[in-house]
């Protein structure tokens, strides 16, 4: 039996617009193992979100289409099962965490009943059983008052209480899978390792996978089993967490490593990557970084490089990394 919970192959989700084809996600691969936790970083307009959403196979049709690939959960593949299967999985095996909580709850209903709609539907408790589950989750995630707050709305709530209350509502069927994304982003600090603590404890009990999509790379160093880093819908870099941080090889992850501040060393100025993620319509020749990388050479600008293993673990798309620039 395989150690894996969730096998991502070859995936490719295309929108289709009248100003031409954005390929948000194209040709991802990765793997979870139970009880582990893979981190996705990258810039905004890099595919993360869209590959979490691709999982669950939540994108919006049309313009939006998963155009090949596999996504193999516990060895069924989750692009072919049925509309009625895969809602039935949604919530319940892979729950999500969305990333914006603001418009994310349903603001006419209150925020217990949205809770213990998927206890209901799920695990077939009755609705005074459910109240009671909801009222433990919300105790779960650090919210006080909760056998209160179960009867108030979205509206009567912080921006972090809300967004505790998704983590809530994600990790009440207690999923096998748990796609974070950007979990963290409206909490302060002090709730923030609080929720990550109880991601952390979720994973140790359960033996719950996590797919956790964050800018944070303090959070991927304190969380993350495993990181892939993405840029214009590909994977540009992946390795265990340790071994990115240490020894980064794409440009781009090293870019994004040396613009966090540090209070180790002394720099009077953050670094930055020079310029901004292309537009996915209008995408360069060659390696899609290579407007931004200052170690660029010709071969960069004319061809694709692909995704190599250059030591045990740790793959790279970078033709100057894996050392193929003749």
Known sequence: ?????????????????????????DGVDFTIEYGKTLGIVGESGCGKSITSMSV?????TPPGKIEDGEVIFEGRDLLKVSEKEIRSIRGNDISMIFQEPMTSLNPVFTV?????EAIILHQKLSEEEARKKAIEMINLVNIPRADKI??????QLSGG??????????LAC????????????ALDVTIQAQVLEIMNDLKEKLNTAIMLITHDLGV?????????????GKVVEEAPVQELFDNPKHPYTQGLLNSKPSIVENKNRLESIRG?????RLLPKGCYFNPRCKYAVDKCRQEQPTLEEITTGHKVSCFVACKEVE
Do not use: W
Request: charged share 20%.
């Open 161 to 170: 209480m809300r967004q505790r209350v998704m983590i809530a509502m994600a």
């Open 112 to 116: 217990g009943d949205q809770i213990m």
């Open 56 to 60: 669950l196979r939540l994108i919006p």
């Open 1 to 25: 039996m395989s150690n894996n919970v969730l096998e991502v192959k070859n995936l490719k989700t295309y929108f289709y617009t009248d100003k031409g084809v954005v390929k948000a996600v």
């Open 276 to 280: 901004t993620v292309p537009n996915p």
């Open 150 to 155: 179960v009867d108030e709305y979205p509206h």
């Open 220 to 232: 991927i160093a304190e969380m993350a089993d495993h990181v892939i880093v993405m840029y214009c």
């Open 174 to 185: 207690m999923p096998k899978l748990l796609i974070a994304d950007e979990p963290t982003t």
